[in-house]
């Protein structure tokens, strides 16, 4: 053997030991350096945890009377992942499957693209519209069918019996929200929506998978995990096919609870449809006023019932309305955009998500105040001139001298004005001084404005007190264009001083602002549900109540019951003596010579006595027809309800809101022919109860042991809507 | 006792011990010169070691399995015991057939071998496991011609080269053309399959078995060079892309994670898991839940990384090993040419396969269809393993009957 050879041998020697050495370091660093983490990875792979959707809650009435339940559906879902990788990305089993639930195929592909991905590459998508907010690795639902539509249900099974055919597409059976009543308080239900990623970026919806159904407006929002229960957990052991090898663990789901609401579904039906009535008929009627033509448009408006004594939400109507139908199994983007945008946006509660200028019925909180202030006293007359600087009574008309009752029978602005600017004198006059008096304001807050009433519902408006800090607020915020426009208008233009006036000192609280608050104009603003919740606590004895929808919860098996208490959230600060003068004048409102005498004619005041307060808000220097309030409540003595109607540019508050309170009523206590659900115009006392067969029995009923529980504190905040593009500015700018 | 002239002369032995001594069988097998005796037993029973070892392996990746199926749970256990006997039976034959007959059927060898990679690039070869280099007989049997092409042509070399000449020590430069001429032609037709692992394969049997001959340094290392410079420069226009991923996927496991990247993940997850002493055989989650594809055949490290841990992987490596230095000893001991470069052939051949195939489980390699000899499943692979071991045995009995002993 050659030298050469032998130490070539020698050489192959070396590596041979080389590779084995370098075999053996990697083993030993992968197991004994690296083993925990590939063990972690070894278990994660073995297991995969099966999500049970528990059943959600349903949602009742006071009486038990089904809103909100669920039915099985059939819904049709795509999984990304499973299509075809070919170059044209499954577009063939796309278009067949189009072909079965009738949705273009450009739909189906927008609707199961990922809001963000990335691209294997890593460059990230740009968000499409309508596209998936859920996780990628997971089936869209792309179409839902009623279980009991046959022929729907026929043509999904084809997909089922060519499985082949259509990779990745799996027909299953769901529950979805169904709603007995139609869209019998939509607004206070609201709907639901698929789990988005920055949803989950939240604690509360940390464990939840993406995708999952949550609220997304209304109590199914701010009870939403109350309803939803909780997920069931099966985790299997499996095989990298997924074939199931056995259960490591399982934890079964809980059903969510039922929620019973304090909305009664008779009062609710009697107020919507009074409230559409009302509007309908108001559109056909022409506005007289010399500064429009036409007939009054009636844009929107709202109707709230409340118990005065607990805070309670009896009926809760806004115009124009949406149907949560709509929503169920994902609504689309086109519609979507379409019940944004509709005149009246239907999305928004006006009850509680809208703020107006209250008018003539903030003259309550103006008399307390009147009077606090040691000026004036139960005993004070006032002259009523026709007009007083300037400022004209509504119709112009003069009583001569009156006192606070006949003031507010009539409703005599002139007289508050006169009150107002004697106040604002009082407080400093044209000041800014912090610190100063503010009677109308203080008096305003005191009774719940200008702050949210913490109402179980998302979205609440808090509404406007304008007082001198406010005005300066303001002011800083919008006089920059003020400014630019007075330096840019030539002077011969009367808009330039205008805006150079407001420029230079429109941070002052003038004369002016204190008398239009007075009657409740200018810029204040407050939400129906304030102004019942006001109204409720110048009734009850002076307790402001935290306004609640929801009345408590039944387990879905009926074995536990929960009622939530009723939460004082304040105490008026009104002799007793003025509350009671104030709610005994407003008794006179309905009658002979009161602004609502005509609504009330009719009305069986001697069965039950009725009293309020009308308003005619003007808005936008009248260009359009006023806003039309009515803050009544029942009966007169022991008042047990308030119920505040509202209708933007709708005319008088006695000719189109009055009408509507007073259908109200009749639903509530059975009169001139309504069929009342409630006995004597009470409502129900304890809760509905679950029958064995899962049925639910309205109250009285034999109910297991009903534990009385405190709001949850999540309870006031809720679930934001999906980025209504709704704010004070834009509502005041719609009005002013 | 001479009266009548004759004088018998009384034979020391009987007629009877004239004849061969009757020896016992036991007698027979411990004799000096019994071709038993100048066995390399040391070989055999690390080669013993790893086939056992191979069938728990492999009875532990197919056995839940098959129960899943519905059937026979030792059905795979089974054919690697009989592929292990006929592999034995062919071994022997390779290590008792005469030298200079072995000459003598090299061609023929190299002639089948090369038909048979014809035959699976003909309409009757077919693709199992994604690999197109089988032929498919009747009654259910397969052959994958490539295994037997590695041993037609380390004998096809160590004959090329081993030919004595007279003062010549070291292959001229012509027989190293011969040679490359010799492998071009079985590697041409592997290439197309493509089956690129085998391929290198190949080239290191090559550089092995030229170097041991002594082969000039600039062939060697322009070989390598070559075969790096062929591998940079054409291998990514030539390969398909799931051949350049596994490739891509020993830096970066995140490509292709539903391919080749899961293989590799689950593969180092199992073995990663093992840790120590292992989760017992049977019991490694991963390769019971079947995570990792063609666990009893490519990646059949993996599952006694998981199951035997550290311990028991190592102890495979360690063994494989000692096999390989049996093999570099017989290289040393050889008393020809021919045997020499038979044994650095089967060497290089079992080196590279072995790093390749324990390297791609653990991240190191790319992933390739090479089996892992003796352990993992497979006839054809089995057959040619065991037959290269027999001939190391031959050249290690030659060496015997004319060489010092050296134990």
Redesign the interface.
């Known amino acids: ?2 030298d ?3 130490l ?2 020698v ?3 070396v ?3 080389s ?2 050495l ?3 370091g ?3 660093y ?3 350096a ?2 925990a ?3 972690n ?3 994660a ?2 297991t995969r945890d099966v999500i049970t959707a528990p059943a959600r809650g349903q949602i009742l009435d006071d009486r038990g009377v089904a809103l909100v339940t669920n039915r099985i559906a059939l819904v049709v879902s795509v999984d990304r992942s499973e299509l075809p990788a070919k170059k044209k990305g499954g577009s063939l089993e796309l278009s067949r499957l189009s072909l079965i639930v009738g949705i273009p195929v450009a739909d189906i592909e927008r609707i199961i693209t990922p809001c963000i991905y990335s691209k294997p590459d890593g460059t990230r998508v740009k968000a499409i519209d309508g596209c998936w907010k859920g996780s990628p690795y997971q089936p869209v639902p792309i179409a839902s069918y009623r279980s009991d539509a046959l022929a729907q249900v026929r043509r999904m099974l084809k997909i089922v019996e060519q499985e082949e055919n259509f990779p990745g597409v799996s027909v299953q059976y769901e529950a979805v929200r169904d709603y007995p009543a139609k869209t019998l308080a939509a607004h206070a239900l609201g709907y639901l929506g698929p789990l988005s990623d920055t949803d989950l970026k939240q604690d509360k919806y940390k464990r939840l998978a993406p995708g999952t159904q949550i609220g997304r407006a209304g109590v199914e929002a701010v009870y939403d995990d109350q309803l939803r229960g909780q997920d069931g957990v099966r985790r299997l ?5 997924g ?1 199931t ?1 056995g259960v490591a663990s399982e934890t079964p789901a809980i059903a969510g609870q039922n929620l019973v609401l304090s909305i009664d579904s008779g009062v609710q039906r009697a107020a919507e449809a009074a409230l559409q009535q009302q509007i309908a008929k108001t559109r056909t009627m022409p506005d007289t006023s010399k500064d429009r033509s036409g007939n009054f448009k009636a844009t929107t408006g709202a109707a709230i019932t409340v118990e005065v004594n607990t805070g309670r939400v009896v009926a809760m109507a806004s115009y124009p309305r949406y149907d949560p139908t709509d929503f169920v199994g994902g609504i689309s983007t086109k519609k979507y955009t379409e019940l944004l945008n509709a005149p009246g946006h239907p999305l928004i509660s006006n009850a509680v998500q809208g703020s107006f200028a209250p008018g003539s019925t903030f003259k309550i909180v103006s008399t307390s105040a009147a009077i606090k202030s040691g000026a004036y006293n139960l005993k004070s007359y006032i002259p009523c001139p026709s007009s007083y600087l300037g400022k004209r009574n509504f119709e112009g008309e003069s009583f001569g001298t009156l006192d606070f009752r006949e003031t507010l029978i009539r409703s005599c602005d002139t007289v508050f004005y006169q009150i107002a600017l004697n106040l604002w004198k009082r407080e400093g006059g044209r000041t800014n001084k912090a610190g100063a008096p503010e009677y109308l304001a203080n008096e305003a807050r005191d009774f719940g404005f200008g702050k949210k009433t913490g109402i179980d519902l998302p979205d609440e408006r808090a509404g406007v007190v304008p007082d001198r800090a406010w005005k300066l607020r303001y002011w800083k915020q919008v006089k920059g264009e003020y400014c630019k426009g007075a330096k840019r208008r030539p002077k011969t233009d009367p808009q330039q001083r205008v805006d150079q006036i407001y420029c230079d000192s429109g941070y002052f609280y003038e004369g002016g602002d204190a008398m239009n608050l007075a009657i409740g104009q200018g810029d204040v603003l407050v939400t129906p549900l304030q102004l019942a919740m006001a109204y409720s606590a110048m009734v009850n004895g002076g307790t402001l109540y935290k306004p609640q929808l929801a009345k408590g919860f039944v387990s879905a098996d009926g074995r536990t019951s929960t009622e939530i208490k009723k939460v004082v959230t304040g105490r008026l600060d009104v002799p007793a003596a003025v509350r009671t003068y104030i709610t005994s004048a407003l008794a006179g409102v309905t009658k002979p010579p009161g602004t609502a005498k005509g609504t009330f004619a009719d009305f069986p005041l001697g069965q039950v006595d009725v009293g309020g307060k009308t308003g005619t808000a003007e808005v936008a220097n009248n260009k359009k027809a006023p806003t039309s309030w009515f803050a009544s409540f029942a009966p007169v003595v022991h008042p047990r309800y308030v119920t505040v109607v509202m209708v933007t540019e709708g005319g008088t508050g006695g000719t189109t809101a009055a009408p509507v309170v007073k259908k109200i009523w009749d639903a509530v206590y059975g009169l001139q022919g309504a069929k009342s659900p409630l006995k004597n115009g009470a409502l129900p006392v304890g809760m509905p109860c679950v029958r064995a067969d899962g049925t639910i029995a309205s109250p009285p009923c034999i109910a297991p042991r009903t534990v009385t529980v405190s709001p949850s504190p999540s309870a006031s905040t809720g679930t934001h809507a999906l980025g209504l593009p709704w704010s004070e500015e834009a509502r005041r700018r719609q009005l002013s | 006792m001479s009266g009548d002239g004759y004088e018998w002369a009384t034979p020391r032995v009987s007629p009877v011990r004239l004849r061969p001594r009757e020896v016992s069988f036991r007698e027979r097998v411990l004799d000096r010169s019994s071709p038993l005796r100048s066995l390399d037993w040391v070989l055999l029973v690390a080669v013993g070691l790893l086939v056992g070892v191979g069938g728990l392996l492999i009875w532990s990746a197919t056995r839940e399995h098959q129960i899943t199926l519905g059937l026979d749970p030792n059905a795979f256990l089974k054919k690697h015991a009989i592929n292990a006997v006929i592999g034995l039976g062919l071994g022997v034959a390779a290590a008792l057939v005469d030298y200079r007959s072995l000459r003598a059927y090299a061609p023929i060898v190299y002639g089948a071998s090369c038909l048979g990679l014809l035959i699976v690039l003909s309409p009757l070869g077919a693709t199992i496991n994604g690999a197109h280099s089988w032929i498919v007989l009747p009654a259910g049997f397969q052959i994958q011609p490539s295994e037997f092409a590695k041993l037609a042509i380390v004998v096809g070399m160590a004959m090329l080269l081993g030919e004595k000449r007279d003062g010549e020590d070291t292959p001229r430069d012509l027989d190293v053309v011969q040679v490359l001429g010799l492998c071009a032609l079985p590697m041409a037709l592997i290439m197309l399959q493509p089956d690129f692992g085998t391929t290198m394969v190949f080239i290191f049997v090559i550089l092995g078995v030229l170097s041991v001959a002594g082969a000039p340094a600039r062939w060697v290392g322009g070989l390598l060079i070559a075969g790096v410079l062929v591998g940079g420069l054409v291998a990514p226009h030539v390969l398909k892309d799931y051949q350049l991923n596994r490739f891509k996927v020993v830096s970066n496991p995140q490509i292709d994670p539903r391919g080749v990247g899961y293989n590799v993940r689950q593969a180092r997850i199992a073995i990663g898991s093992g840790g120590l002493t292992g989760k017992g055989l049977f019991h490694g989650t991963q390769t019971q839940g079947r995570f990792i594809p063609e666990q009893q055949t490519d990646f059949v490290f993996t599952v006694a990384g998981e199951e035997l841990g550290l311990l028991g992987a190592g102890g495979i490596i360690l063994v494989l090993g000692l096999v390989l230095w049996r093999g570099l000893r017989i290289a040393t001991l050889a008393t020809d040419p021919f045997g020499r470069l038979v044994a650095a052939g089967v060497v290089s051949w079992f080196g590279f396969q072995s790093f390749v195939n324990i390297g791609m489980t653990l991240g190191i390699m790319p992933v390739t269809g090479l089996p892992l000899p003796f352990v993992s499943y497979g006839g054809s692979s089995m057959f040619a393993n065991l037959m290269a071991i027999g001939l190391l045995q031959n050249v290690h009995m030659r060496s015997h009957e004319s060489g010092p002993r050296n134990f």
Do not use: F, P
């Open positions: 053997m050659s050469r050879s032998r070539r041998i050489l192959l020697r590596m041979v030991v590779i084995l370098t075999l053996l990697r083993l030993t992968m197991q004994v690296e083993g983490n590939y063990r990875a070894a278990s792979n073995r052991l499996v095989d990298k096919d074939n090898a």
